[in-house]
């Protein structure tokens, strides 16, 4: 049977499974290896985070690229930024603290160490990543027409899955106010031209603050490099001193992602201990009902036996393959 290998980076589209592997590291001390480099990047973002920001959603994340371009074809089509009223802008904007607590409630303040490993080594969290992939794969209509609607709200309303309802940057945002970096506006050499505003994504009136504290800035540095006016609008650690140009920022976010995967890659966090057996086994079994889960819930298994069994796997696996 041919197969491609699974590259360990797509385990940061499990982030449920990683805010797991979070808390129990936490209360067990124990990395788990079932999808070790889903932590690390969940880790290197909650970093950025608390240091640098909420850029990882401008410079990092898929979606950010994804809406940006989605941003370009709203302009396109309207001619205009159309903004919807604040009565509506901000009740919605809380819709993804509420996905955010509720994660966060099931998780942290639900899950005992106990259950926290119970689900960690079950069979559902084992094939999260196959999942994953067979859900794309085996789309189904109502996932299609899901997507089409947020495609086309997307298109509608700019920003409308990062402002709206992604959890991940809600996480970020909030941690962002901890961050001692900030835009700030020098107000004595600004002329009040507004190209800040204008051209700020998410509708932050930049022009009117002297440093911008909202949770919706993603410091993509925009309204930066649209200032006219010398070091006026700048990104810093306190006012008028330390300014980072933005390829330098930008450049800290990079390294800082590069340098968390090489830390896993070194201390042998990154790529996990299911073996291609495994995973062969896995795929064959996919349909059993031991893979499966109601709600918050996996299927009842037996730990031990369910290792056993794993480690046989691999080990016959391990004889078959010529080393
Ligand atoms: S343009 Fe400026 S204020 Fe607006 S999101 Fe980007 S960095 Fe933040
Ligand atoms: S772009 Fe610069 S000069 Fe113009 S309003 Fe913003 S901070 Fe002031």
Redesign the pocket.
């Known amino acids: 049977m041919s197969c491609l290998n699974r590259p360990p980076g797509i385990e940061a589209f499990l982030p449920i499974s990683s805010l797991v592997s979070l808390k129990y590291w936490l209360v067990t001390g124990i990395f788990n290896q079932v999808h070790p480099s889903g932590l690390i990047i969940l880790m290197i973002v909650l970093t950025t985070g608390v240091l640098l920001k909420r850029g990882f959603c ?1 410079w990092v994340c898929p979606l950010g690229l994804l809406t940006e371009y989605l941003n370009r074809l709203h302009k396109f089509i309207f001619r205009k930024n159309v903004k919807l009223p604040p009565w509506l802008d901000y009740p919605l904007r809380s819709l993804k603290y509420l996905i955010l607590a509720f994660f966060l409630w099931s998780i942290i303040l639900q899950m005992g160490a106990a259950v926290l490993d119970y689900f960690i080594y079950s069979p559902y969290n084992m094939v999260a990543d196959i999942k994953m992939l067979y859900f794309f794969k085996d789309i189904s209509h109502f996932t299609i027409w899901v997507l089409v609607a947020l495609f086309v709200l997307s298109i509608l309303i700019r920003n409308f899955w990062c402002r709206y309802l992604c959890p991940y940057g809600a996480l970020v945002g909030v941690l962002s106010f901890l961050s001692i970096f900030k ?1 700030h506006r020098n107000e004595d050499t600004c002329t009040d031209c507004r190209k ?1 505003t204008r ?4 509708d ?1 009136k ?1 022009h009117k603050t002297s440093c ?1 504290m ?1 949770d ?9 490099d649209a200032c006219p006016e010398k070091e006026t609008l700048y990104i810093s650690a306190s006012k008028g001193n330390g300014i980072l140009k933005p390829w330098i920022y930008a450049t800290a976010i990079c390294l800082l992602f590069m340098g968390g995967s090489l830390a896993g890659r070194i201390t042998g966090y990154w790529q996990n201990n299911i073996s291609t057996h495994e995973y062969m086994f896995h795929v064959r079994h996919l349909d059993l009902p031991i893979y499966q889960h109601t709600r918050a819930n996996v299927s009842a298994y037996n730990k031990e036996s369910w290792l056993r069994m794993m480690q046989g796997i691999r080990q016959t696996g391990e004889k078959r393959s010529p080393s």
């Open positions: 401008s835009v800040c051209t700020c994504p998410v932050i930049v911008v909202s919706e800035c993603h410091a993509c540095l925009k309204c930066v």
